[in-house]
């Protein structure tokens, strides 16, 4: 699986039981019909279909475990090429002309999980149906469109600190890599009885801080995320007739089905056996 960061590439697999470990380049992780968890010296992560992780240069290690073929589709960027393309976003047409070869600081990412855009899906959906059979000039393009929607994202979640209280930038900066790497756990872990202490030492905060910090950046309490995230995942599981609501309860991390019928009806307005029949009648 290890490449030489001196260049870009692609890896694209399908497996249903993986788990690998060692240090990898920065990339972007995508997978179709299932999910992968990961863990980096950052934090844990679960990655979905409609989201793609990104993580800087570093250790990690990836598991998948499921009943059926998760498909992989993942491309790794070469040391530099970030920090090259950013320089040619942000700095001015003399300079670039007058220093073309100026080497740059580094471009360190915001490790988590992102839903995709429609630009990036757009360039993602063109790699992943011609990087097999491409010419070498082509694909070396692809890359620096998607490394220029990757920094353009950047650049709007660096925007987004301004809503943390603090007063230097370079601590809302890891206020909001703390309060995210709190988010991207509850993402990933969110059907597992997670406690508040449980979150925070996640996101190395106190638990005071860690809760008023994230509702600051979310405008929601992780408690709230951590049912959202339930009810949402039980709504495409009542879907399934085969499984009771007893086997939902339990997939998606409730105690009872007293606990679950509860909170699927404070959100939905409805008991998960009526949804289930809505589901069905409107699908007949």
Not at 46 to 74: A, H, K, M, W
Not at 207 to 234: C, D, V
């Amino acid at each position: 699986m290890k490449q030489p960061d001196s260049s870009n590439y692609i890896l694209q697999a399908k497996s249903d039981q993986f788990h690998w470990e060692g240090v990898g380049q920065l990339s972007i992780k995508t997978f179709m019909n299932g999910r992968a968890f990961y863990k980096t010296n950052r934090g844990y992560f679960g990655v979905e279909e409609g989201r793609y992780l990104l993580i800087n240069n570093g250790p990690y290690t990836i598991t998948i475990e499921e009943d059926q073929p998760v498909e992989s589709f993942c491309i790794f960027f070469k040391a530099g090429f970030a920090e090259d393309v950013y320089r040619t976003m942000t700095d001015s047409s003399d300079h670039l002309v007058s220093d073309p070869y100026k080497q740059n600081g580094s471009v360190e990412f915001f490790e988590r999980t992102y839903s995709i855009p429609h630009s990036l899906s757009k360039q993602l959906h063109i790699t992943k149906a011609l990087h097999s059979h491409w010419e070498h000039t082509c694909y070396e393009e692809q890359y620096h469109f998607l490394m220029e929607n990757l920094l353009i994202s950047h650049f709007q979640h660096l925007k987004a600190t301004e809503s943390i209280h603090a007063v230097k930038s370079s601590t809302r900066e890891e206020l909001y890599r703390r309060i995210t790497l709190a988010h991207e756990y509850i993402r990933a872990y969110y059907h597992q009885s997670l406690s508040i202490e449980e979150i925070a030492i996640v996101a190395c905060l106190s638990a005071n801080h860690m809760i008023r910090s994230y509702s600051q950046l979310y405008g929601k309490t992780p408690h709230r995320h951590i049912s959202e995230f339930r009810i949402e995942k039980a709504k495409v599981l009542l879907k399934d007739t085969r499984l009771s609501i007893t086997d939902i309860t339990f997939e998606i991390g409730f105690q009872n089905p007293a606990s679950f019928t509860k909170i699927f009806k404070q959100y939905m307005g409805i008991s998960p056996t009526q949804y289930r029949k809505k589901v069905i009648l409107a699908k007949n």
